[in-house]
């Protein structure tokens, strides 16, 4: 598996961050703001634009290249559909990193956030050697957490004031899947 262009779900296909993604990536936002606003933080006017997403994606991308983040889009017909991302990776013994992703509203109900986990996981153990891979929900995410739970991880504990969430410091449920048992190399 090399980090490409694969296929989740009928034309949903899972695809590594681009610049060129910058447009399409503010317009699935703008259209998703509402819905994603009790899951995610504050965000400025900018995050909502096209130069804002630039300027993001740039920095993601900086963060691929040295090996601390791998950002993917989802995508169906040309539109932004979600993201997902694997964020805080640390090789050496902890061989470990987060996961995060968002599903738009309107592909909801289709299981693309547990396909797209279960890539993302496959992706982190045979591709980057991880051993652990950790995501968090809002406590009342409870859509979240059938996700992760499908896609093989177990709840760990709870961590309050784990995040800032809709301007507020919010408890997050966190679970975590251990990918292998191989040692570190």
């Known amino acids: 598996m090399s980090e490409s262009d694969a296929v989740l779900s009928g034309e949903v296909r899972i695809r590594p961050l681009e610049e060129s993604d910058a447009r ?12 994603l606003r009790p899951w995610e933080p504050n965000r400025a006017e900018e995050f909502f ?6 300027a993001r994606i740039r920095q993601r991308l900086q963060l691929r290249e040295t ?24 090789m050496g013994p902890f061989r470990s990193a987060n996961l995060g992703y968002w599903i738009d509203e309107g592909h909801i109900g ?18 980057v050697g991880l051993h652990r891979i950790e995501a968090g929900t809002l ?14 991880f177990e709840q760990i504990g709870i961590a309050p004031k ?21 040692p570190a190399a």
């Open 49 to 54: 634009t096209t130069e804002g997403q630039k």
């Open 110 to 127: 289709r299981g693309l956030a547990t396909l797209a986990a279960r890539y993302v996981c496959r992706f982190a153990d045979e591709e």
């Open 139 to 152: 406590l009342d995410n409870v859509g979240s957490q059938r996700v992760l739970a499908k896609a093989g």
């Open 162 to 182: 784990y995040l800032q969430i809709n301007g507020a410091w919010r408890d997050h449920v966190l679970f975590q899947h251990i990918l292998n048992d191989r």
């Open 67 to 90: 090996g601390q983040a791998l950002p993917w889009v989802l995508t169906e017909a040309g539109q932004v559909v979600g993201t997902a991302t694997l964020s805080n990776i640390s």
């Open 24 to 35: 399409p990536l503010a317009e699935a936002y703008v259209l998703n703001r509402d819905y």
